[in-house]
Antibody, heavy 119, light 104 residues
């Protein structure tokens, strides 16, 4: 059974850095072709892809946010960490962790974690 | 860019429901459909435009290629009241805005 779970702060202040952790089970990020990604959804808006890290440590980031994003993995811990710098109110969203199937679609999702940016 | 419609759909149990996604440029068949319920993980329904994910009921089907795609629920069941969204994975990843299927 594949599961993913997001963890991190529910409230951050403007200009702070957000650090989110995805802890997953049921698969390994050392398996060829596997990736783990982050997606967010601001209230009332569409989902937005943020970043992906692959089994071979290759990374992809949304061009519009790449300067603010860092994605890393701890394979032995089955964790992927996303950091986003210089948080603003527009970054208030539910953040989702997902598994990427063969560099194509996301086949498993976490339940999401709501992050609010407010002073 | 993916344009999904309608944003909200009111339907009854047993109805045939159709949701559409239109891509701003051709994405071949690199499109997936998902179901999402509040507080739950999104569930993959369809990939590669028309391939049914294992375990998904056959009342769900997908069609289309190029720029126009459709998700059809042949006979709406009580468990199907949810939000549905599309994902294109031809060039990075972009989502439709979502369609909420409500009880009429």
């Amino acid at each position: 059974q594949i599961t993913l779970k997001e963890s991190g702060p529910t409230l951050v202040k403007p200009t702070q850095t957000l650090t989110l952790t995805c802890t997953f089970s049921g698969f390994s990020l050392s398996t060829s072709g596997v990736g783990v990604g982050w997606i967010r959804q601001p209230p009332g808006k569409a989902l937005e892809w943020l970043a992906i890290i692959y089994w071979d440590d290759d990374k992809r980031q949304s061009p519009s946010l790449s300067s603010r994003l860092t994605i890393t993995k701890a394979t032995s811990k089955n964790q992927v960490v996303l950091t986003m710098t210089d948080m603003g109110p527009e970054d208030t969203a539910t953040y989702y962790c997902t598994r990427l199937y063969g560099d194509s679609y996301f086949d498993y999702w976490g339940q999401g974690t709501l992050v609010t940016v407010s002073s | 860019q993916m344009t999904q419609s309608p944003s909200t759909l009111s339907a009854s149990v047993g109805d045939r429901v159709t949701i559409t996604c239109r891509a701003s440029q051709s994405i071949s068949t690199w499109l997936a459909w998902y179901q999402q319920k509040p507080g739950k993980a999104a569930k993959l329904l369809i990939y590669e435009a028309s391939s049914l994910e294992s375990g998904v009921p056959s009342r769900f089907s997908g069609s289309g290629s190029g720029t126009d795609f459709t998700l059809t629920i042949s006979s709406l069941q009580p468990d199907d009241f949810a939000t549905y969204f599309c994902l294109q994975y031809n060039d990075y990843w972009t989502f439709g805005q979502g369609t909420k299927v409500e009880i009429k």
